[in-house]
């Protein structure tokens, strides 16, 4: 059974830094396309940055490019977002994101989701 487990989300100031942590069960990363995605009050949810390991192709929403890094950790099936310089308009609930690599339409996955964790950027 595929689980999709976010954490590390919190309150920060502008100009702040989080990490989040996806930890993923019931399937290996290696075959898998992850991301991260962010739902602000009132909007959709949004894909911020993801990763396909089939073709190391990578998504960034331009507003989070030179601020927001991903990476996994194979041998602890876990996905990493990191955020710095954060910004109020950053702020909303971070899902993990995944779905096997040969379904995907582009790069981002649609399938998988976690809870989410809520991130809030204000002074």
């Known amino acids: 059974q595929v689980q999709l487990v976010e954490s590390g989300g919190g309150s920060v100031q502008p100009g702040g830094s989080l990490t989040l942590s996806c930890v993923a069960s019931?399937?290996?990363?290696?075959?898998?396309?992850m991301g991260w995605f962010r739902q602000a009050p009132g909007k959709e949810r949004e894909a911020v940055l993801c990763f396909s390991s089939s073709d190391g192709s990578t998504y960034y929403k331009d507003s989070v490019k030179g601020r927001f890094t991903m990476s996994q950790d194979n041998e602890k099936n876990t996905v990493y977002l990191r955020m710095n310089s954060l910004q109020p308009e950053d702020t909303g609930v971070y899902y993990c994101g995944a779905e096997r690599i040969e379904y995907v339409i582009g790069t981002c996955p649609n399938d998988y989701w976690g809870q989410g964790t809520q991130v809030t950027v204000s002074s």
């Open positions: 019931g399937f290996a990363l290696d075959y898998y396309a």
